[in-house]
């Protein structure tokens, strides 16, 4: 079963991917992983996305899309009963025909696309909030998840980060990118069928409860 995560930066696609990983026979593809990756393993494709990158220009969809299909063609995905997650992509309505016809010549399809349904106030203090280990990565925030000492990792004691893209500001400009570039894909896919919302300012294990109910549970 193949299914997309939708929803804006902060509204919890990640989060609901790894505990589905955690309980299902799932598999995520997050872009943002899958560049990183690349980059630092030095693929073919990682030098060509990492050159655009290092001249601050947007990694084109072709690429984008090729990398993606790199990863998915590495899966087996052949039992029906194993989940794809498509985590942060597609992101425009170009990406999203370039995965239907994908999917087509692989004798496949999108089965559901799950929408995040989130105000921005919460975005913005989800995001804004965040803070990063500068040594092992490990998230925390400041509301949500504090660590036990302000600025200092639990996990290895190291110092703690609020990453340039996780600033209000640029969380706001992020926003603004998706309602113009991504949020058409909700149209796109109710237009399909195939679209499911869920409530995501609910917490996790909620979200992950109404994602079960709406699609069944899948063994």
């Not at 560049?35 to 393993?41: E, L, M, P, Q, T």
């Not at 220009?57 to 989940?83: G, Q």
């Not at 499911?196 to 996790?204: A, K, V």
């Amino acid at each position: 079963m193949n299914i997309i995560l939708l929803g804006p930066p902060g509204a919890g696609k990640g989060t609901l991917a790894n505990k589905i990983k955690e309980e299902k026979d799932a598999v995520q593809i997050a872009t943002g992983d899958i560049f990183r990756y690349n980059i630092s393993n030095e693929t073919d494709l990682g030098l060509k996305a990492k050159a655009y990158m290092d001249r601050g220009d947007l990694v084109p969809d072709e690429l984008t899309v090729d990398l993606v299909w790199d990863a998915f063609d590495k899966i087996d995905s052949k039992d029906d009963k194993k989940i794809v997650l498509f985590d942060g992509f597609p992101r425009t309505i170009d990406q999203a025909k370039a995965l239907d016809l994908g999917m087509k010549e692989r004798g496949q399809k999108i089965d559901q696309v799950v929408y995040f349904d989130v105000d921005e106030d919460i975005l913005v203090e989800r995001i804004s909030g965040r803070r990063v280990c500068t040594n092992c990565g490990a998230t925390f925030h400041v509301k949500n998840n504090p660590p036990k000492v302000e600025g200092v990792c639990d996990v290895c004691g190291e110092k703690l980060i609020q990453r340039d893209d996780d600033t209000e500001k640029t969380v706001e400009k992020r926003i603004h990118v998706y309602n113009s570039q991504t949020a058409v894909l909700i149209d796109y896919y109710k237009d399909q069928g195939i679209l499911l919302s869920i409530d995501g300012t609910n917490s996790p294990d909620e979200v992950f409860d109404e994602f079960n109910d709406k699609l069944g549970e899948i063994s």
